[in-house]
């Protein structure tokens, strides 16, 4: 997330040195017809260093970001969020399957989508920070852990995409409550034997089949943007009584730290 959010890691925004898969693949590479260094290190020291030394630069810059807000990322992180930022790629990334119902356009600007999504397993935290970016960071943190060999299998469980949190409102929808829920869905060939989780916070949740309305919006995640997307979904849709009105989710589709974030609003049809 950006100003307000949470910058985590990925591309640089502002003035602040952003830690990239690029820097990382930009690391020099030794050659291999030589066994030792010119300081008499192997070359599996020298990787383990490298290693070590990649570790300690990702996890200090996102102790840096946390500091700025109130969000405090212990040591234990640093392999996760290299491991993380490593299979960070568009191409190592699943998307949830959905059908498609309807489209709704104006003037060829696609006002929102109606989607249906399967029943499926997700792996959901609750938080209640005093910010909504406080319960987003640290619920995402909890939700890498498990995704990074922090559970039962052993394994690196994979990203899909995208990662939602389940946001509510008082009844007239002016503002956001501070219960907030972090989920992650379970990649398709989990979804049968879903790893457990370590933690006990996290708690695996099977969701009905549901039907939303997407609308699709750019930038940053804070109280007031999703307050503003809320209210103007409500004015597009032929129908708002139809849905929830008081639990609404937002969908994250791309890297946190990027400068043009792609999100979406999803309101809820009633069962």
């Known amino acids: 997330m950006e100003t307000g959010g949470c910058r985590m890691s990925g ?7 952003m830690i990239t898969l690029e820097d990382l693949d930009g690391m020099p590479e030794e050659s291999p017809d030589s066994a030792y260094h010119s300081n008499g290190s192997s070359l599996e020291e020298e990787a383990e260093r490298m290693e070590d030394e990649e570790q300690e630069r990702l996890l200090s810059y996102w102790q840096s970001v946390g500091r700025g807000h109130q969000v405090d990322v212990p040591r234990d992180m640093a392999e996760p969020i290299q491991q993380l930022t490593r299979n960070n790629s568009p191409q190592e990334r699943q998307s949830i399957p959905f059908t498609l119902i309807q489209r709704k356009e104006k003037l060829g600007d696609l006002l929102y989508e109606k989607r249906q999504y399967g029943k499926a397993k997700w ?10 970016e406080q319960s987003i960071c640290l619920g995402f943190m909890k939700l890498m852990r498990y995704i990074c060999e922090q559970n039962s ?4 469980l994979g990203i899909t995409v995208p990662i939602v ?12 409550t501070r219960s907030v829920t972090v989920a992650y869905y379970l990649p398709p060939v989990l979804q049968d034997e879903p790893p457990h989780p370590f933690d006990s916070d996290i708690i695996i949740e099977e969701w009905p089949s549901t039907i939303v309305y997407s609308r699709s919006f750019r930038g940053i995640t804070n109280e007031d943007s999703i307050m503003r997307e809320i209210n103007l979904l409500a004015e597009i849709l032929d129908s708002p009584e139809l849905c929830l009105q008081d639990t609404f989710i937002i969908a994250g589709y791309t890297n946190p730290a990027a400068a043009n974030r792609h999100n979406e609003i999803w309101f809820l049809q009633r069962p």
């Open 123 to 132: 792996a959901c935290i609750k938080m209640k920070e005093k910010q909504y």
């Open 153 to 156: 299998s052993g394994l690196y």
């Open 165 to 176: 949190t389940i946001v509510h409102t008082n009844e007239s929808q002016s503002e956001m």
């Open 11 to 17: 591309a640089e925004t502002g003035g602040s040195a």
